[in-house]
């Protein structure tokens, strides 16, 4: 027999075994929510013995939250027991908790489980401690009505560095909140693991961090201890903070949550593992492979779609290394034959763990076919533009050469002001100083008379029937005289300018300067014609002896209606006295 079970029984006749209480805190806002009571063996000479060795012995403990020894929970008398304790202490059995162990369930289940629902039927709250550790936890939290489970100390203690620590961590507080149990985790020692167990969505934490199992009279002194409080938005730790949004939602809901953000995405998604597998993917990545989302899990990308896999394989290697790439065009050669040459736009961005390491790959692919197409077109578009703006620009150049060197004026006018916008300098050698920037041509009228000397209203200028009337003007002729000078005779000719929607928005008039001494000849050979033409009307009107001579003028105009195609004598009667 041990020393411990030799001394055991008068040690509690002496009072050593005290309670020691360590803070119950909830991890995402620092509030102490209870106290865990741990029993402790206040050994006159041995000190402090820690509870593993002295539990498996003794027949019971009380506290907030107990432990109890497997040779307990196989005591149908402790449910009872444990109730005249609290009747006795006036203690809430609602506020006491029952730590079980696994292996406290292994020697006789039904017994046990007996136990068990005696202790509930008391209000008592049940938690399953140490979970993970025993090779039936599944069986034993379907056996038994548990509230709590509790994750091993060696996990959380170790959750940082290892990955399979991580897993099972999330895993175990995954389990619990799917069936409803709240997780408190143990040994939390460290703010990095109580971050990693806030992104996990645990419950409540104990450990060194939160403090050490005080005795009863140092319980004032713990509450009013302030208690770290976890952000997991200003934690440095890869990952976590973007999960703070999810926190409230138990991991089924947010489960459901992303899985109906994924599947509802414009674009394709997917995971792949570190060894290039399909973990997960969207319908939409799926329809754009061409395959069905079960002919991708589990297998590789290279052996699903080899043709992207040769494009995307430099990258994908690159993101497992932890790099993150953006942006990149690759084309899915797998078409059906006869579609279009499909453009993708691909990024690949590493996917880490909640500790920061790299754990696979997340892809995202959009289908830029369509929009490639049409920007294909508006770069023809944009080509042809600048062809037909390089000829625009010749033929104005062309035109711009043609105007200033034209042998007649040209001026063109704005409607419906019929001010000048611009005239060749043909047009300005004729009209000098009235063309000047912001005249209106129907100035001009003042100064422009017709054959017999009357001057024209500004409606019946060339340029303003033009704008007004939309009429088109040919040939007319006018005298225009500066004050002073002789008058020049122009021939003006004009025409409307139309925009694209059929409107007036200007006018052209061409001015052909006519030369004074010849249009005077052509004018007298136009009235001898005449007057030919009305004498040879009336016959015998100066009587029958009048012979038919030439006229000293007519013989000149001959000459001139010679040269013009006439007839060559133009005969005038000469009468007798």
């Not at 030799?6 to 360590?22: C, I, K, S, W």
């Not at 408190?184 to 969505?201: D, K, M, N, P, R």
């Not at 084309?331 to 453009?343: C, K, R, W, Y």
């Not at 006018?413 to 300098?425: D, H, I, L, M, W």
């Amino acid at each position: 027999m041990s020393w411990i079970e030799q001394e055991v029984t008068g040690a509690l006749d002496r009072g050593e075994f005290v309670p020691y209480f360590q803070p119950l805190v909830e991890i995402r806002t620092g509030r102490i929510e209870g106290f865990e009571v741990l029993a402790r063996w206040n050994h006159p000479t041995r000190g402090l013995v820690a509870p593993d060795r002295f539990i498996p012995i003794i027949p019971d403990a009380i506290g907030f939250s107990v432990n109890i020894s497997p040779t307990q929970l196989h005591d149908r008398s402790l449910p009872s027991l444990v109730s005249c304790m609290a009747k006795h202490a006036k203690f809430d059995l609602h506020r006491l908790t029952v730590e079980v162990t696994e292996s406290a369930l292994l020697d006789d289940l039904t017994l046990a489980g007996e136990v068990a629902a005696d202790l509930k039927s008391h209000g008592i709250k049940l938690a399953l401690d140490d979970f993970g550790t025993g090779y039936s936890s599944l069986l034993h939290l379907q056996a038994f009505p548990f509230d709590e489970i509790k994750v091993d100390g060696s996990f959380v203690r170790t959750m940082v560095q290892s990955r399979q620590s991580r897993k099972i961590t999330a895993a175990v507080i995954n389990l619990g909140q799917s069936l409803g149990l709240r997780t408190i985790a143990e040994g939390v020692e460290e703010t990095s693991q109580a971050e990693l167990l806030i992104w996990q969505g645990c419950n409540l934490a104990q450990g060194w961090l939160y403090g050490r199992p005080e005795p009863a009279e140092r319980l004032l002194e713990v509450l009013a201890k302030p208690q770290p409080v976890i952000d997991p938005s200003a934690s440095t730790s890869r990952g976590v903070s973007e999960a703070v949004a999810t926190m409230n939602a138990r991991p089924v809901d947010r489960v459901s949550h992303l899985r109906a953000i994924y599947d509802g995405a414009p674009v394709g998604l997917c995971l792949l593992d570190d060894g290039l597998r399909f973990i997960s993917l969207n319908s939409r990545f799926a329809e754009i492979d061409g395959l069905t989302i079960d002919a991708h899990l589990g297998r590789n990308v290279e052996d699903v779609c080899p043709e992207l896999y040769a494009q995307m394989e430099c990258y994908l290697r690159r993101a497992l290394l932890g790099e993150a790439i953006s942006s990149i065009e690759i084309e899915n050669l797998a078409q059906v034959s006869g579609a279009p040459m499909a453009t993708l736009l691909a990024s690949f961005q590493p996917a880490r763990d909640e500790a920061g390491e790299v754990i696979g790959v997340s892809v995202s692919v959009t289908d830029m076919t369509e929009l490639k197409q049409k920007e294909e077109a508006l770069r023809a578009t944009e080509q042809q533009s600048r062809v037909t703006m390089e000829k625009l620009r010749a033929s104005e150049a062309q035109l711009h050469a043609i105007f200033q060197a034209a042998p007649v004026g040209v001026v063109l006018a704005e409607a419906p002001s019929g001010v000048v916008v611009s005239a060749n300098p043909k047009a300005l050698a004729i009209f000098g100083d009235d063309l000047r920037p912001g005249r209106k041509w129907g100035d001009i009228a003042s100064k422009a008379t017709d054959e017999t000397g009357n001057h024209f209203r500004p409606d019946e200028m060339p340029m303003l029937r033009a704008i007004q009337n939309s009429e088109f003007t040919d040939g007319l002729e006018l005298c225009y005289r500066q004050p002073g000078e002789p008058g020049v005779w122009l021939s003006v000719s004009a025409s409307p300018i139309f925009n694209e929607d059929g409107e007036v928005a200007g006018g052209v008039i061409a001015v052909l300067e006519i030369d004074n001494p010849k249009r005077r000849k052509l004018r007298l050979v136009d009235v001898a014609r005449e007057l030919s033409t009305a004498y040879n009307q009336m016959p015998g009107v100066l009587g029958p002896h009048v012979t038919q001579v030439p006229s000293e003028p007519a013989a000149h105009l001959a000459e001139e209606n010679a040269q013009r195609g006439l007839p060559a004598h133009p005969l005038i009667r000469r009468g007798a006295a």
